[in-house]
């Protein structure tokens, strides 16, 4: 089937630093932009990043510019989410999905999720 699976999530201590990384199985990931988007318990499912196919163009949301940065690997089929400076807040099962363009309407793929637990 065609699908993206994330992984390295965990548990980490405030201030911490996790990599997650979004690969991509039985497509290209290099045709498509990747965002990374996460949910809370109780909360809405919020945009956290995205890159373009090319991986020319980033963005983030304000709560995580700084700290996060998105990158590519096409020739890997890979994108990743490396996570500084790790606070509570950032507590939720993060997702990864790939549309056509960034911050698009709708996704074309979407993975399982990663657990991301960031301690009080």
């Known amino acids: 089937q065609l699908q993206l699976v994330e992984s390295g999530g965990g548990l980490v201590q405030p201030g911490g630093s996790l990599r997650l990384s979004c690969a991509a199985s039985?497509?290209?990931?290099?045709?498509?932009?990747i965002g990374w988007f996460r949910q809370a318990p109780g909360k809405e499912r919020e945009r956290v990043s995205c890159i373009s196919t090319s991986g020319g163009m980033m963005g983030y949301t304000d709560s995580v510019k700084g700290r996060f940065t998105i990158s590519r690997d096409n020739a890997k089929n890979t994108v990743f989410l490396q996570m500084n400076s790790l606070k509570p807040e950032d507590t939720a099962v993060y997702y990864c999905a790939a549309s056509n363009r960034c911050w698009a309407a709708a996704s074309d793929y979407w993975g399982q999720g990663t657990q991301v637990t960031v301690p009080s």
């Open positions: 039985g497509f290209t990931l290099g045709y498509y932009a």
